[in-house]
């Protein structure tokens, strides 16, 4: 099983940007599709970006669409998100997922993913 840890996290103001990196360990990380997921308080946990293992393949929750980019370095074993124009509504904890060999098809759920980092804070004041 992967080990994630995520971080790059914080208080932000609306328009701002963050980027979070979710670093993985204990497997071949290159045979992993990688997703990042957010819980809102409240709130089921919704996706919000994934990648496949080789990088060739993204998909983007609408509301993230043109405002972040998913991106990963299979050399140093990270997965990233550049969120840019930040919201209120994008406040959540921010959750690094893995599953190995993960076709991206139809809705990504939390379901599909057998891996999950402790996740990391982002807050976007108005």
């Known amino acids: 099983q992967v080990q994630l840890v995520e971080s790059g996290g914080g208080l932000v103001q609306a328009g701002g940007s963050l980027r979070l990196s979710c670093t993985a360990s204990g497997r071949t990380f290159s045979t992993y599709t990688m997703g990042w997921f957010r819980q809102a308080p409240g709130s089921e946990r919704e996706f919000v970006a994934a990648i496949t293992w080789s990088g060739g393949y993204k998909v983007y929750a609408d509301s993230v669409k043109g405002r972040f980019t998913i991106a990963r370095d299979n050399a140093k074993n990270t997965v990233f998100v550049q969120m840019n124009n930040l919201k209120p509504e994008d406040t959540a904890v921010y959750y690094c997922?893995?599953?190995?060999?993960?076709?991206?098809?139809?809705?990504?759920?939390?379901?599909?993913?057998?891996?999950w980092g402790q996740g990391t804070q982002v807050t976007v004041s108005s």
């Open positions: 997922a893995a599953k190995e060999l993960l076709f991206l098809t139809g809705p990504q759920s939390p379901q599909k993913f057998d891996a």
